[in-house]
Every structure is written in C-alpha cells, then in structure tokens.
C-alpha cells in the first residue's frame, strides 16, 4: 500500500472517530415510562359461632351417666376475603384423670370409648344435611383421637393432610360445581351428637363392667384449620383487578378460574355470573 493510501485511510478514520464523539456529545433526546404495581393479600379467617345466640358450641359437661346424650349445632363462617378450600379436622385428648389422680392412655382410651358419635352431620345453608358416615357406620371418641374413624367415613370427606377429615369438602351451592370449599362470606352448620353408651353387661359380682369408669374426666379437643386454594395463574392477556379469590372453587392445580372477574366457577375452570 502506498504512503498516499495509508495517509488516506488515517484521516478517513480519525473522521470517523471525531463523528462519534461528537454524536454522543450532543445528543438531546430522551424518554421515560413507569409502570405502577400494586400487590395486596388477602385475608384467612375461619370463625366458629353459635347456630344461635346463647347456645353453648362446645361439649363441656360433668355428672354425666350412661344413656345420656348431648347434641351441639355449630356454624362455620369464612370472615376472611380469601375462599376456604377446606376445613380440616382432627381430635385429641389428655389430661385424663380418675377422681384427682392422673391415670394412663390406656385408661383414657377405654373411657373414651364409652362415648359415641352418634350423628356428624354437615348442613349446608341449602338445607341438605350431609353425614361424614358411610352408611351404618357410626365410631366413638376414642377412634376419633385415634383417627381410625376415617376408615368409616365417606372418601369425599377426608382431607388432603393425613389423618383429617374435611369439613367442607365436595359440597357447594351451585349444582355444576365438583368442588366445594368455604367462599369468602358463606357459612356451613356442623350438627355433632355424643352418647354415653349404655351398656348393661355385668361381670362375675353382678356389678356393671361400666362401674370403672365412674368419677372420670378428659379434656376432648375439636382443632379445625382453614386452608386456601391453590394458587391462580394471572396471564398476560389477562385484565386487571381483583384475583378471583373470594369465591375460587376450582383452582385444583389442573381447572383455574377466571382471575379477570369475581364471578363465581361452574367446576369446568370457567367462570359465570350471576
């Protein structure tokens, strides 16, 4: 290459490089955009009232003797704004005591089966009354601790957590739905019977076989726990606004309900009004 073209193809590259420098120095033209975002969550609140006011909702009785019975009717209502998926259920028991001295879970046992169950009813603000039984099946208290009672409950009754049945499960107001849950707002009646068996075996004195069990107590716990749904998939094509979650129903981790609208599921995954 000559001298010529090489002193050339310098210039022709300082020019260029003069060129850049100078367009970024006096560029002047700009823009911004922002996008706002708001995120708010929600609320899980699962209260346990009286059918009505001044009846007691809890099975706190002394003196008892068998052929008793004792019935409570309670309601489950969703306070939250989240639907409920399912109320859980599961019972435990201690502090066994006969007269004022402590005594084993084998005693405890024994004594708690004395008690049956005779009605676990779940009635819905519709009217149905809907048993956790399979039919001719009843169990006592001792098997509700245990949570062997479970094998004589209905499979739509038992809840996705080991060991607990749910209170709420496949029961929903709208005929087409095949899920059920507790919306934001909606109330369930739980209607629980206990007996004192009435056993009138005798041993080889002539005594009652239930003569045992006289001056005893156990403090019987009901523990319930609310669950939410799964979570909702919004998409991008998908509007804003509230998340359908006050009456969600169907998102089971295969159906989702329509995240654009409050509108209630069908149990197809889509949504209708009302």
């Known amino acids: 290459m000559s ?25 002047a033209f700009n823009d911004t955009a922002t996008i706002n975002n708001h995120f708010a969550s929600g609320t899980l609140d699962l209260a346990v009232i009286a059918k ?20 409570r009717i ?26 004022d001295k402590t005594a084993g879970e084998g005693d405890m046992h024994a004594f708690l089966s004395q008690f049956q169950v005779d009605v676990f009813n779940v009635d819905r603000s519709t ?38 049945l749910n209170l709420t499960h496949l029961i929903s107001p709208y005929p087409d739905s095949v899920e059920g849950g507790l919306p934001a707002g909606d109330l369930d009646d739980v209607q629980i019977k206990i007996s004192f068996i009435d056993n009138d075996e005798k041993d080889a004195k002539g005594e009652y076989k239930q003569n045992i069990f006289q001056n005893n107590k156990v403090d019987f716990k009901f523990n319930l726990e609310a669950t939410q749904w799964d979570g909702v998939e919004v998409r991008s094509t998908d509007g804003n606004g509230e998340v359908n979650n006050g009456v969600q129903y169907s998102a089971d981790g295969v159906k989702q309900p329509d995240p654009r609208t409050k509108a209630k599921d069908n149990g197809t995954g889509e949504a209708v009004t009302d």
Do not use: C, H, R
């Open 52 to 71: 009505k006011d001044g009846q007691p909702i809890n099975f706190d009785l002394s003196n008892m003797k068998p052929g008793d019975s004792v019935e």
């Open 127 to 164: 009217g149905a009354v809907n048993s956790i039984y399979n039919p001719n099946e009843v169990a006592n208290l001792s098997e509700f601790v245990k949570g062997t009672y479970l094998n004589k409950v209905k499979p739509s009754y038992k809840g996705t957590v080991a060991g607990t």
């Open 74 to 99: 309670f309601t489950l209502k969703n306070n939250g704004t989240l639907a409920i998926k399912e109320v859980l259920f599961n019972a435990t028991a201690g502090n066994f005591k006969i007269g």
């Open 3 to 27: 001298i010529k073209k090489k002193l050339g193809l310098g210039v022709a590259s300082a020019a260029l490089g003069l060129s850049l420098v100078g367009g970024g120095t006096w560029a």
